[in-house]
């Protein structure tokens, strides 16, 4: 059984940053991505970040590029989200999720395997 967890969420001001991290657990875990998304109140679950695992390969949300870096620690099994200046329009419940299958279209969560609980960032202005 994979498990996956969130942890660095938190409450920040405008402008400042947080990193977020999602450690992998479970027997022959061998992701092909890993993602990151994001889930507002009232609003649908978005897409922000993803990592092809291994090679490295970034894609992010138009609305993150420059501000957002994912990464990857293959030794580790975990997962980074370094989100530096922030916005209020930030403020979600961040997901990450891992994906099996080869070639899987990295913005469409439905293609992610396993999720983890989530973790609330707070951006207040």
């Known amino acids: 059984q994979v498990q996956l967890v969130e942890s660095g969420g938190g409450l920040v001001q405008a402008g400042g940053s947080l990193r977020l991290s999602c450690a992998a657990s479970?027997?022959?875990?061998?992701?092909?991505?890993m993602g990151w998304f994001r889930q507002a109140p009232g609003k649908e679950r978005e897409f922000v970040a993803s990592?092809?695992?291994?090679?490295?390969?970034?894609v992010y949300a138009d609305s993150v590029k420059g501000r957002f870096t994912i990464s990857g620690d293959n030794v580790k099994f975990t997962m980074y989200l370094q989100m530096n200046s922030l916005k209020p329009e930030d403020t979600a419940v961040y997901f990450c999720?891992?994906?099996?299958?080869?070639?899987?279209?990295?913005?469409?969560?439905?293609?992610?395997?396993?999720w983890g609980q989530g973790t609330q960032v707070t951006v207040s202005s």
């Open positions: 999720a891992a994906g099996l299958h080869h070639n899987l279209d990295p913005y469409q969560g439905s293609n992610y395997n396993y």
């Open positions: 479970g027997r022959s875990f061998s992701p092909f991505r």
């Open positions: 990592i092809r695992w291994g090679t490295g390969g970034t």
